[in-house]
């Protein structure tokens, strides 16, 4: 477990000072995959860089697993580090070295003997599917596969948790769904919590089971990703939400409407996505609806969906009709935004 308390960072440069990080209070549970969300310059590196000292905190306290990460004398602080993985954006490879020399780079470290390196370089390597690669340098291996040998040097120490600073921001969709995958899988079969950073709610939506939004050093929303897709509170998230979700009428669908005053969002959560609740409506007759456009994700396991529909007719009939489908369980907004 991860629990930040009450932390501030501040940082003077130039005799600026730049508030980075305002009160913040957080935590991660053991087997959690955490997301912090935020703009550029939210202070989610700020805030990540905590846990493996890479910063420290200006006042308040980080704890793993129980123990005060900034009161620890240097061979606990060896420990502690040791406990700790993390990967980068720009993979921070060394090019001089192969593959399996930078995945030994941390057992080099520890003082591990050379026939228990190779040993566990390879397991590692074929850990991440790279036994193939072990003898090329990075400058001969694609985005991915960077990533890959970056996870594998954060593994090989067999930490308990796993650090990740926008770890696929500079992969292609294709790539950063692997990559996605093989942390999830990391998590599951290796119990490695991870704390991640990430500027994209894809990846949130993905792998994700707690996130937390940040904007100007503070938190201001958290929750399981769940509730925080199915009623984002703050402006920012809802921005973030919608960036998956995509709930917005497509431009040219509304302009081909003669009428735009008569059209309703209906929103379904968990089992209202799963029942055909809109074909029943239809069938019962009381107003003529035309399905304008839909759209479903499944969110941790949860189906969640938007759709707009129009309803024609008398307005007592539309009255019973939104009622019918509030019974059933879908939120049902009427307007276009
Ligand atoms: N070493 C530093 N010295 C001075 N200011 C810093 C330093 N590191 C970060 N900052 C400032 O602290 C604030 C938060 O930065 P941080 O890097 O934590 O944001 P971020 O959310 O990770 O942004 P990005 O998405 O761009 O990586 C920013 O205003 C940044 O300019
Ligand atoms: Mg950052």
Known sequence: MILFK??????????????????????????????????????????????NQLEKPSSGSIQVDGVNVNS???????????KIGMIFQHFNLLESKTVAQNVAIPLILQGINRAEIQKR??????????????????????????QRVGIARALITEPTILLCD?????????????????????????????????????????????????????????????????????????????????????????ASLPRQDNIYRLEFLGDSARKPVVNELILKQLVEINILFGN????SGVVLGSMFIQMNGPEDQIQTAVKFLQEKGVHIERGVA
């Open 6 to 51: 009450n932390i501030n960072k501040t940082y003077i440069k130039n005799q600026q000072h730049v508030h980075a990080l305002n009160d913040i209070n957080l935590t991660v549970d053991t087997g959690d995959i955490f997301g912090l969300i935020g703009w550029s310059g939210a202070g989610k590196s700020s805030l990540i860089r905590l846990v």
């Open 72 to 82: 620890l004398d240097r061979a606990a602080q060896r420990q502690h580090k040791k």
């Open 121 to 146: 370089v390879e397991a590692m390597l074929s850990y991440v599917d790279l036994s193939a690669k072990k003898d090329s340098y990075p400058g001969q291996l694609s985005g991915g596969q960077k």
């Open 166 to 254: 926008e770890a696929t921001s500079a992969l292609d969709p294709q790539t950063t769904l692997s990559i996605l995958k093989l942390l999830k899988q990391i998590n599951d079969e290796r119990k490695i919590t991870i704390l991640l950073v990430t500027h994209e709610m894809e990846v949130i939506a993905s792998i994700c089971n707690k996130v937390a939004v940040m904007e100007k050093g503070q938190i201001i929303e958290q929750g399981s990703v769940l509730d925080i897709f199915s009623a984002p509170q703050q402006d920012t998230t809802k921005k973030f939400v919608n960036t998956v979700l995509s709930p917005q009428i497509p431009e040219a669908v509304l």
């Open 296 to 299: 479903m994700r499944e969110i």
